[in-house]
C-alpha cells in the first residue's frame, strides 16, 4: 500500500505505517461521510442553530426557518436519525433540542472557519 518510489523522504516508512494503521476503516469513513451529509442543508443547519439557543416545537421551528410543519418535520427526522436531535413529549406536544453539545461544536466551529477566510 505504501508507495516505495516516493522521492520526497520526508516521512519515516514507520511513521507512514502508522498513519496507514490509523486511518479510519472504509466503514468509519463512510459513517462520518454520511454524518457531514446532514450539515449541507441550509435548512437542517438553522434547525440546529435556533435549537442550540432554545428546546423548540415543530410549530415554533416552522415560524422561524419560514418553512410547512410538514417540511420541518422531515428535517427534523433526518436529524433526528442522526442523533442529532432529541425529543421530549409534554402532553400532546413534542419538543425538539439538539441531542449533546457536540452537535453545536461542529456547528461553531465550521462558522469560525469561515469567518477566518473572509
Known sequence: MIDKACLCKTIDPHQMEKLVAN???ETEAQRLSDFF???GDPTRLKIIYYLSRHELCVADLSSLVGMQQSAVSHQLKVLRMS???KTRKDGVTIYYSLDDHHVFTLYELAQQHLKEQS
Open 23 to 25: 486511518a479510519p476503516s
Open 37 to 39: 451529509k446532514v450539515f
Open 83 to 85: 442523533r442529532l436531535v
